[in-house]
């Protein structure tokens, strides 16, 4: 089974800050995903990477950043936490490929921010 | 521009039913990928149907079928003969790029409850 772990369910940090949220997986996939989910707005991406080293900005990318020195692992960082970055936040993964099925994300079981 | 779109926040069906969750999607991408998720209130996003932009034919996973129209690029589900542990909220999400480079993007989800 695929796993995709987040180190953190819950965590209280405060404003000001750094923030590090890290996601491993254990399927070697190439593609690392972070989004934020809020009520009513949906999944929303932040940062994506489909290589090591690799990133690309999501839809909302300002007052993040991230990190993938190793395939497995991909962190994204807060760099001055504020509170409305209160938010759930899911990493997922998944295998590249084209047109083809079994290409679906994994999600880890989400962090819960609250940035006081 | 929003690149994937659900216009129904919520939507109730009775037990037994069939329901279909709308969804709309944006790309100039010639290969792109539809998929639907069910995250149920435990927050686990859980899998449920994939449709590739050249598939001929609409997908279907047991209960779930994909209403596929290229055209009006709308990718509808279908759940049939709906039960009270289909109440959740779904989300249908666009993967965007080929190969290596892949961006997964999501909508605002919408929340099915299943009435008795």
């Known amino acids: 089974d695929v796993k995709v772990t987040q180190s953190s369910r819950y965590l209280v940090k405060r404003t000001g800050e750094k923030v590090f949220l890290e996601c491993v997986q254990d399927?070697?996939?190439?593609?690392m995903f972070w989004y934020r989910q809020d009520p009513g707005l949906g999944l929303r991406l932040i940062y994506f990477?489909?290589?090591?080293?690799?990133?690309e900005k999501g839809d909302i990318p300002e007052g993040y950043s991230v990190s993938r020195e190793k395939k497995e692992r991909f962190s994204l960082i807060l760099e001055s936490a504020s509170t409305n970055q209160t938010s759930m936040y899911l990493c997922a993964s998944s295998r590249a490929g084209e047109g083809r099925r079994g290409t679906e994300a994994f999600f880890g079981q989400g962090t819960r921010l609250t940035v006081v | 521009a929003q690149k994937i779109t659900q216009t129904q926040p919520g939507m109730f069906v009775q037990e037994k039913e069939a329901v279909t969750l709308d969804c709309t999607y944006d790309t100039s991408d010639p290969s792109y990928g539809l998929f639907w998720y069910k995250q149920p209130s435990s927050g686990e996003m859980i899998f449920l149907i994939y449709q590739g932009s050249y598939d001929q034919q609409n997908a279907t996973e047991g209960r779930y079928s994909l209403n596929f129209q290229k055209a009006r690029k709308s990718a509808n589900l279908v759940i049939s003969a709906s039960q009270l542990g289909d109440s959740a909220m779904y989300f249908c999400a666009m993967r965007e790029g080929g190969g290596g480079y892949q961006k997964v993007t999501f909508g605002t989800g919408t929340k099915l409850q299943v009435i008795p």
């Open positions: 990477s489909y290589d090591v080293k690799m990133k």
């Open positions: 399927m070697d996939h190439e593609n």
